[in-house]
């Protein structure tokens, strides 16, 4: 392996002209990629000799992957790509060439990345195995010679190109049979107890998806205070999203969950439960705080799991229904929507609330229950507003001090009024 130095940084950068300042980026690319293809070349030759008479460990993903901090996803493409550009050795001693030598010449003089690196070997797996080993190494030799200066779109073009020449007749045609959609959609839980989402919608799905979010995306309309939505785009249009699986949950054919927004398996003590304090399993997947827990619990069908000091479950409840389709109803009749003052929502967005918490002994009959929104079933739980029954038999909300000293009870006024 070649020694390479480190470029010395300018001790006052800010005096430092633009030509000068991208030189130094180009220089400190040109190490960076150099350094990658040394490291390349320790990982194949860890490879050939046997990670695991070496170190011990079973794979040189996971060995490499230990020494460097990072999890086995982060590590496996840099040990992939460092066997693929480097000669490794099989069992019996004989010498394995690499699959793309080109591409491992322009990498070791810091030429190419390894994005372009990954781009040709993907182009390279392509390659039908019928074509010869020359025309190969010539279509190999061709796009690392073209990726020194080319990008990832002009690569892209010459690697159609390359692949035309090399397989004119392309892939045998199959049947006249519509091809299924191309959907993939993922969802990882972090760490941090976040969920990850991500994936990859065809063209029609893809607008269908962001005609819903963008109907149920819209900012929420200036309130009494005159404060606007303060929710960015991105945020608005994921509790759009919440929304829309609300609605699907919601739905009594909707299989596993029979039209309930949640089953939730308390896996604490009463008292924590009425107390706020503490935490819940929910559905065995994670925690989450008892407050979250009585959110939770005000719209779903609840099974009590109720466990002693080491944790040992001493009674399992039934399931209870808390609110009737019946009793859902009629509260759609009466409160034709989000009850919150200035709220528009519409009912089919809306959970049921129960105004004293049934944990507090509270009823489920239509004088403890109230319909609320998403967001403001959330505010009621946590935040400093508070919702009471009128002697009329309508809901009322006593704002925080901090809007009103006086707290004076305020009433939504728009479905009535509409």
């Not at 000799?49 to 996971?62: E, F, H, I, N, Q």
């Not at 969802?187 to 799905?205: H, V, Y």
């Not at 109230?370 to 946590?382: A, D, Q, S, V």
Request: with cysteine; aromatic share 6%; net charge negative.
């Amino acid at each position: 392996m070649s020694e390479t130095f480190l470029p010395e940084l300018p001790q006052e950068l800010w005096r430092a002209g633009k030509l000068e300042l991208a030189h130094g980026v180009r220089q400190f690319l040109r190490v960076m990629r150099m350094a990658s293809a040394g490291l390349g070349q320790l990982l194949a030759e860890v490879e050939s000799r046997g990670v695991k008479d070496l170190y011990g460990y079973g794979s040189t993903v996971a060995w490499f992957a230990d020494v460097a901090g990072l999890s086995s996803r982060e590590a496996g493409p840099v040990v992939r790509r460092a066997i693929a550009l480097n000669p490794t050795r099989a069992l019996d001693g004989t010498e394995v060439p690499p699959v793309a030598p080109a591409t491992a010449a322009a990498a070791a003089e810091g030429a190419i990345g390894d994005h372009r690196i990954d781009q040709i070997l993907e182009f390279l797996g392509k390659i039908p195995a019928e074509v010869s080993p020359e025309d190969r190494e010539y279509a190999e030799k061709t796009l690392a010679t073209l990726a020194r200066k080319a990008g990832p779109r002009e690569l892209a073009d010459a690697e159609a190109q390359v692949l035309g020449w090399l397989d004119p007749d392309g892939k045998e045609p199959k049947d006249p049979e519509p091809a299924p959609p191309s959907r993939e959609v993922t969802l990882e839980r972090r760490k941090d107890g976040f969920w990850k989402l991500s994936g990859l919608l065809d063209d029609e799905l893809g607008a269908r998806t962001a005609a819903v979010l963008d109907a149920y995306a819209k900012p929420r309309p200036v309130d009494e205070v005159g404060q606007a939505d303060p929710r960015s785009k991105a945020e608005r249009q994921g509790d759009a999203f919440a929304e829309v699986l609300d609605l699907a949950i919601a739905c009594p054919d909707q299989p596993g969950t029979s039209g309930y927004r949640t089953l939730l398996h308390v896996t604490i003590g009463l008292e924590e439960l009425k107390s706020g304090i503490g935490t819940a399993c929910l559905d065995f997947v994670g925690a989450l705080t008892a407050r979250e827990a009585r959110l939770a619990a005000c719209d779903c069908l609840m099974l009590p799991i109720v466990l002693s000091a080491s944790g040992e479950p001493l009674d399992m409840g039934r399931l209870r229904r808390f609110v009737t389709p019946g009793q859902r109803r009629a509260l759609n009749i009466r409160d034709r929507g989000c009850a919150f003052p200035g709220c528009h929502r519409q009912p089919k967005h809306c959970h049921t609330h129960h105004i004293d918490h049934w944990a507090d002994g509270g009823p489920t009959d239509l004088r403890n229950l109230t319909l609320l929104c998403g967001f403001h079933h959330r505010l009621i739980h946590h935040g400093d507003w508070q919702v009471r029954m009128a002697a009329d038999g309508l809901p009322e909300f006593t704002p925080p001090q901090y809007l009103d000293p006086l707290r004076r009870p305020r009433r939504n006024t728009l479905h009535h009024a509409a």
